[in-house]
Nanobody, 121 residues
């Protein structure tokens, strides 16, 4: 059974930084690709960043240059470092354990409870 526990959200001013963490309880963590998604009120859940089992990363256009996904296989952790935050980054952020098909991240249907990020002055 896969369990994902996100943490690190909070209230931050525009232009600020925040780091999110996800602790994964998944069979063989290093075999899995991981990703961060977010969902703002009234909007669909969207992919923010993904990282392959080999450490290659993909970031959504909205996140490029500001967000960085990383992983620590020994700790079974995945991180999202966010800088230059904007009000439009406000959302609940979720991590996901999935796989890559070619260059496309395919999520599995395992989601944590998410962590709220609010960017506001």
């Amino acid at each position: 059974q896969v369990q994902l526990l996100e943490s690190g959200g909070g209230l931050v001013q525009p232009g600020g930084s925040l780091g999110l963490s996800c602790a994964a309880s998944v069979g063989t963590f290093s075999f899995n690709a991981m990703a961060w998604y977010r969902q703002a009120p009234g909007k669909q859940r969207e992919l923010v960043a993904a990282i392959s089992r080999g450490g290659s990363t993909d970031h959504a256009d909205s996140a490029k240059g500001r967000f960085t996904i990383s992983r620590d296989d020994a700790k079974k952790m995945v991180y999202l470092q966010m800088t230059s935050l904007k009000p439009e980054d406000t959302a609940v952020y979720y991590c996901n354990s999935g796989t890559y098909y070619g260059r496309t991240y395919i999520p599995r249907d395992y989601w944590g409870q998410g962590t709220q990020v609010t960017v506001s002055s």
